[in-house]
């Protein structure tokens, strides 16, 4: 058995980069199953590069994307290790050995850096959910990693931290809970009966009546957003370069970045796009512009530099020097719009943006359609 990375053969593990050696080392049995496979030589183990080398090694002896790197209790894939530099990795192989307290500074600040909870981190979702009287709901009894880190974002936005008077704090849960099918919907949903009140800048007098009242978004936003679910395909994890080829295509052939979900792109238009209840052709109109202004900042800035989520399968990307947007790359594969601010952006309105596709900077891959088969769902209400 042979290891080739990019056709080359490895001869040993450190014939790999201190980064890739390091989180190799970091995998449970990771260094073991590399020497074994060198020193055999009746199969032939090849990978493009030493992201996907580590990935497949983490999967292939543990049958699990994520790692739990003890020490300091972090759930993390071994692919979003491989974005740190190799002293940041060096500070965790010695927390994880004990060698440092998983509290120390350095600890700490290599993961606000990359954005990374622990399992104590994590278990503040728990405490959250307590607070709004909802942990015991079956929505929340198999939640993943993703999910947790949704909701963990929770905890330091303001619409929670400084909910104002009244406090609408568990109506927003409730109407959440009422609406979503997953523990990420409930988020989206959370914060639409917030900031949707806000917009209003009337809370009404009854909890009946503000109930009503973002019903009636969901209602109205809703249909809207299955036009608005289109968008590209990548196939998997791929470097920036193929996802803003991907984006190319898609717009060249007159098409608009979509929402993931439904109640993502509600939650969007009525917190970033100032929605105050319209109906009909006025909340087709509010969506429209939305989308529009939002495909042309991307269509003229192009994508940045990709930031790994800690599941090591989700990346977004960076639109504009001020963040004006935010580009994700699912783990299906769909590219999606994250996330627009829907302010001007300094210059000149995004209407008036030149049309930047077709310049020749981008490769040319053509993406496949991508039309789910979603439909706003509501429970009963409580």
Not at 6 to 30: K, N
Not at 97 to 123: C, K, M, N, W, Y
Not at 224 to 235: G, R, W
Request: charged share 25%.
């Amino acid at each position: 058995m042979t290891v080739q990375l990019a056709d080359t053969p490895l001869t040993s593990a450190f014939a790999l980069s201190e980064t890739g050696r390091l989180v190799m080392g970091l995998i449970d049995g990771g260094l073991h199953w590399l020497d074994y496979a060198i020193s055999e030589s009746d199969r032939t183990y090849g990978f493009p590069d030493e992201s996907t080398m580590v990935a497949a090694v983490q999967s292939g002896l543990h049958a699990n994307r994520l790692m739990l790197l003890g020490g300091v209790e972090l759930p993390v894939a071994p692919v979003k290790l491989m974005t740190m530099n190799p002293r940041e990795l060096q500070i965790l192989r010695r927390a994880a050995l004990g060698e440092i307290d998983p509290e120390d500074p350095q600890v700490e600040e290599i993961f606000s850096r990359h954005s990374l909870a622990t399992i104590q981190d994590l278990a503040a979702v728990d405490a959250m959910l307590d607070h709004l009287e909802i942990a015991d709901e079956p929505l929340f009894q198999t939640m993943t990693l993703d999910d947790r880190l949704t909701l963990l974002a929770l905890q330091t936005d303001d619409r929670l931290a400084d909910p104002g008077k009244p406090d609408l704090r568990l109506e927003a849960a409730q109407f959440a809970l009422d609406q979503a099918g997953s523990p990420v919907e409930f988020a989206d949903y959370l914060r639409v009966f917030l900031d949707l009140m806000r917009n209003l800048d009337d809370p009404f007098e009854t909890p009946e009546e503000r109930y009503e009242q973002a019903e009636r978004a969901v209602y109205s936003l809703g249909p809207i957003m299955f036009a608005a679910l289109d968008c590209p395909d990548a196939p998997g994890l791929v470097a920036p370069a193929q996802v803003e080829a991907a984006i190319s295509e898609w717009m060249l052939a007159g098409r608009q970045l979509g929402f993931l979900r439904i109640s993502q792109g509600i939650q969007q238009i009525v917190a970033e796009g100032g929605y105050t209840n319209q109906s009909g052709m006025a909340a087709e109109l509010a969506v429209r512009s939305y989308l529009d202004r939002a495909n042309r900042v991307i269509q003229f800035y192009g994508i940045g530099p990709a930031f790994m989520q800690q599941d090591g399968a989700t990346c977004l990307f960076p639109v504009g020097p001020k963040e004006e947007a935010v580009v994700r790359l699912d783990p299906t594969g769909a590219i999606t719009l994250a996330r627009f601010d829907g302010a001007p952006i300094g210059f000149s309105d995004a209407s008036e943006l030149p049309d930047r596709a077709g310049d020749g900077r981008l490769g040319r891959r053509v993406p496949k359609s991508r039309k789910p088969a979603r439909k706003t769902r509501r429970k009963a209400r409580k």
